[in-house]
């Protein structure tokens, strides 16, 4: 399979720093993308790793280690239009990009 | 530049009955994906088109079909309906199909079964 599991959900204090986990199955994975989705929104795209290590841009950061099947998502600097849905997707297959998404971790920004 | 757009926004049919989706990829992007997504789920890949062909599937039955046109908009129709059906369909478009190419998404079709 290509089960891919993430937090259902997740609190946080506006300004604090809040990472979100993402593990994947290897097996023939190409690279992943976080997206963000807010609540009756389409998903919009926030970053894509396809070598180790670590992609920043302004607030947000993303790490993948493919040996170990794992991303995360990093937020600095909170705000409340932060809260929503935040996406991991795998993508698999070749001359397919075909994006096999979790479930979405819902993220409460609190003042 | 426009982005990806989708129609008709909400659509509510009656089980048995067949629908058509549209979409218009975002400029200069050849490659479109749908997906179906449950509430409370993240989307679920049901085809991808790449300059007019099926380019890849997901785990959906026949009755689910596309097109890609020349102009690389896109439908997805689906027939005999189920309640099941009943969910946010998404088009994702992107530059070319290789994986490196993020997918820019329209804001649905909210499908409702009755």
């Known amino acids: 399979g290509q089960n891919i599991d993430q937090p259902t959900e997740m609190t946080a204090t506006e300004g604090a720093i809040v990472q979100i986990n993402c593990t994947y199955q290897?097996?023939?994975?190409?690279?992943l993308f976080w997206y963000q989705q807010h609540a009756g929104e389409a998903p919009t795209f926030l970053s894509y790793n396809v070598l180790d290590g670590l992609e920043e841009k302004g607030r947000f950061s993303s790490f993948l280690s493919r040996s170990k099947g794992y991303s995360y998502l990093l937020l600095k600097e909170l705000q409340m239009k932060d809260s929503a849905s935040y996406l991991c997707a795998a993508a698999y297959g070749g001359a397919t990009n075909k994006l096999i998404f979790g479930t979405g971790t819902l993220l409460a920004v609190q003042p | 530049e426009t982005g990806v757009t989708q129609s008709p926004t909400h659509l509510i049919k009656t089980r048995g009955q067949q629908v058509t989706l549209r979409c218009s990829s975002q400029s200069g992007h050849n490659t479109v994906s749908w997906y179906q997504q449950a509430l409370g789920q993240g989307p679920q890949f049901i085809f991808q088109y790449y300059r007019e062909e099926e380019n890849g599937r997901g785990n959906f039955p026949p009755r689910f079909s596309g097109l890609q046109f020349p102009n690389y908009s896109s439908e997805l129709n689906v027939n005999a309906l189920e309640l099941d059906d009943s969910a946010l369909y998404l088009c994702a478009s992107s530059l070319d199909r290789g994986n490196n190419q993020p997918q820019h998404f329209g804001d649905g079709t909210r499908l409702s079964i009755l």
């Open positions: 290897t097996s023939g994975f190409n690279g």
